[in-house]
């Protein structure tokens, strides 16, 4: 069963509803998607992720496992992205996140290989 807040993030993510998503976020927060460089705060991280939903038609998250232990969250995930070729492809996927005492993500790194996407 997966956890409440953990829905809720990818609920956000898999619905392209950037400003939902960076709700989550603390006014310091940090994300760094796969290789790219860190985005810190709400207004970078709304942009890169907005940036990306222009990249791709869809995307759907599924939790393969999720491990919560305090204020830190892991999760295994498979992504299905709908390509703006019209071929979908998966891709396997880890996130972590930290909250802080607001219960507010002040960082999440996302771990995967975006290759697959644009080729």
Do not use: C, K
């Amino acid at each position: 069963m997966t956890n409440e807040f953990v829905s809720q993030v990818f609920e956000a993510v898999d619905s392209g509803d950037a400003a939902t998503f960076v709700g989550f976020f603390s006014e310091q927060g940090r994300m760094v998607f796969a290789n790219g460089e860190p985005m810190i705060g709400p207004a970078q991280i709304e942009a890169g992720v907005q940036a990306f939903f222009g990249t791709i038609n869809a995307l759907r998250h599924t939790v393969v496992r999720e491990w919560v232990q305090g204020a830190d969250t892991i999760v295994e995930l498979t992504v299905e992205y709908d390509r703006l070729d019209g071929r979908t492809v998966t891709i396997p996927a880890v996130t972590i996140w930290h909250v802080d005492a607001d219960h507010r993500i002040d960082d999440y790194r996302v771990y995967f290989d975006v290759a697959p996407i644009y080729r």
